[in-house]
C-alpha cells in the first residue's frame, strides 16, 4: 500500500492484486475479527471496486490495522 499511496515507483500494484490481497486477510481470520475491521477491510474492497484512489485505500486498511492493533 505504501508503494501506492507515497509517490510514484517503478513497482505497479494493481486494484486486483489490492482486492486479493484484502479477501486473503478476512478468508485468513477466519471469522476472527474485530467488527470494527471486518469493516474497514470491506469499505477498502468497495473502494478498490468503485476505483478509488490508492491513498482512500490505504486510508482504509491502515484504520483496520489500528483497530486490530488495539485488539
Same mark, same amino acid.
Given at each position: 500500500? +505504501?508503494?501506492?499511496? $507515497?509517490?510514484?515507483?517503478? !513497482? !505497479?500494484?494493481? @486494484?486486483?492484486?489490492?482486492? !486479493?490481497?484484502?479477501? $486473503?486477510?478476512?478468508? &485468513? &481470520?477466519? %471469522?476472527?475479527? @474485530?467488527? =470494527?475491521? =471486518?469493516? *474497514?477491510?470491506?469499505?477498502?474492497? +468497495?473502494?478498490?471496486? $468503485? %476505483?478509488? @484512489?490508492? +491513498? *482512500?485505500?490505504?486510508?482504509?486498511? *491502515? &484504520?483496520?490495522?489500528?483497530?486490530? %492493533? +488495539?485488539?
Amino acid at each position: 500500500m +505504501d508503494a501506492v499511496s $507515497d509517490a510514484p515507483t517503478e !513497482e !505497479e500494484i494493481t @486494484p486486483s492484486e489490492i482486492a !486479493e490481497a484484502v479477501r $486473503d486477510a478476512i478468508e &485468513a &481470520a477466519g %471469522g476472527e475479527l @474485530p467488527p =470494527q475491521a =471486518q469493516r *474497514y477491510l470491506s469499505e477498502a474492497l +468497495d473502494a478498490v471496486s $468503485d %476505483g478509488m @484512489p490508492g +491513498d *482512500y485505500v490505504a486510508m482504509s486498511l *491502515y &484504520a483496520a490495522l489500528g483497530v486490530l %492493533g +488495539d485488539a
